[in-house]
Structure formats: C-alpha cells, structure tokens
C-alpha cells in the first residue's frame, strides 16, 4: 500500500504565480481531506470531499483558492494568484467512509514557499 | 463549533521522565478523539484514538490517553519517554452531531526529549 502520494513534496514560486498541489489517496477511500499547516495556525482543515463530492469548504481561505477531485483517485487544490502569506505545508489525507469511524491517512505534504 | 485546545506549546523532557500533554476540546454532543503525531520531517500519524467504551485508551509506542467527559478533556500519557519520541503531538476531535468527518486540530505541542 503506496500510502496518500501528494506531489510536488516542495514548491517554490513567485508572488502572483498559479500553484497547483496534487493528491492521489489510498485505493479505496473515498473520504479526502486538505489540510494547511502553518506555525501561527497550526493545523486547519481547508476543504473536504465524499465520494468526490465537496462536503465542507468552509476553511478554504478566500477565493484565491480552489479544489476539486476529478475522480476517486486524484484531487488537486489551487492557488491563483499565490501570496507570499501562503507559504506553509498542505497535506493531504484519506479516510473510508462518511460518517466514518476510521481515521484519517496523511500524506507527506507538499512544502509551498511563496517568495 | 467544535474547537480543541492545547496548552503545552513546548515541552522539554529528560529521558526516562514522564509525559503528560494537556488536551481540551469544546463540543457539545458526542465526540471522536484521536492524538497523532509528527515526528521530524514526517507527516502526520495516528498514536491512538478514542470512539466510545474504556476511556482509557492504549496506542501505539506505549502512549495512552484517558477521556474524561465531565472535564472534556483526553490528556496525553507517556511514563518514560525516550529520545525518539521527539516529535510534534496535536490533538483532534470529531463532532458526531452534524461534524461529518471533519476533524479540527489542536495547535500541537512540540516535545523534545534529552539524552
């Protein structure tokens, strides 16, 4: 089992430029969760789908930001325009089921620096 | 709205001391719990999870956690700590009534243990 692969791992890019993360989570969930990881906030949930459906976007930031899973194996989030103040470490994570019981599968996450 | 809090930022411990790291949640209804872990340069992963029964849960490394509803709180326990638990330790809860799957993370507590 390859695990939640997320890709790039790092990404530098400049202010203004569109950044695209990629997510392909573990056979079989059908549960996926994007998460940013920052010193100040911590840990936040930005959006997440079932059955490839956006069930909650209510921590998506501002419009600058999008998701969308295509299909049960792969989600992408996006920045356009990215912002310096976006800079942080997003993962990805996987779980079974809905209303599930079974935990969440995080990535390795993906390292954007925003210059 | 279910929030978690973390009252430890940093903790910094000789080997073979004792852990305890503090965990409060804030939710109304029946709740999930769950500690995970992140040790340098990792993602994140499950130490040990609690749905409902004992409240005091074994996980994995020898770490248990004890929920205690009237105090809402699942505290963290280690008795010996060793080096390579070094890591960052976040808190999670899952709302039942209404939260779906979505998982809301304490700020973490970054511990370090010295040789």
């Known amino acids: 089992d390859a695990g939640v692969i997320q890709s790039p791992r790092h990404e530098v890019t400049e202010m203004g430029q569109e950044v695209t993360l990629r997510c392909k989570p573990i056979s079989g969930h059908n549960s996926l969760f994007w998460y940013r990881q920052t010193m100040m906030r911590g840990l936040e949930l930005l959006i997440y789908?079932?059955?490839?459906?956006?069930?909650?976007d209510s921590g998506m930031p501002e419009d600058r930001f999008s998701a969308k899973m295509p299909n049960a194996s792969f989600s992408t989030l996006k920045i356009q325009p990215s912002e310096p103040r976006d800079s942080a470490v997003y993962f990805c994570?996987?779980?079974?089921?809905?209303?599930?019981?079974?935990?969440?599968?995080f990535g390795p996450g993906t390292r954007l620096t925003v210059l | 709205a279910q929030s978690v809090s973390q009252h430890n930022h940093h903790v910094i411990l000789s080997e073979a001391a004792s852990l305890e790291l503090g965990c409060n949640y804030s939710y109304g209804g029946t709740v999930n719990l769950f500690w995970y872990v992140q040790y340098p340069g990792q993602h994140l992963q499950l130490l040990l999870k609690?749905?409902?029964?004992?409240?005091l849960v074994k996980g994995i490394k020898g770490f248990e956690a004890e929920f205690i509803k009237s105090k809402f709180s699942f505290n963290l326990r280690k008795p010996s700590v060793q080096w390579s638990d070094t890591a960052e330790y976040f808190c999670a809860v899952r709302g039942l009534t209404g939260g779906g799957n979505k998982l809301t993370f304490g700020t973490g507590t970054q511990l370090k243990v010295e040789l």
């Open positions: 789908f079932n059955n490839n459906v956006p069930i909650d």
């Open positions: 994570a996987s779980s079974f089921g809905q209303e599930s019981f079974n935990e969440q599968f």
């Open positions: 609690y749905f409902s029964g004992d409240p």
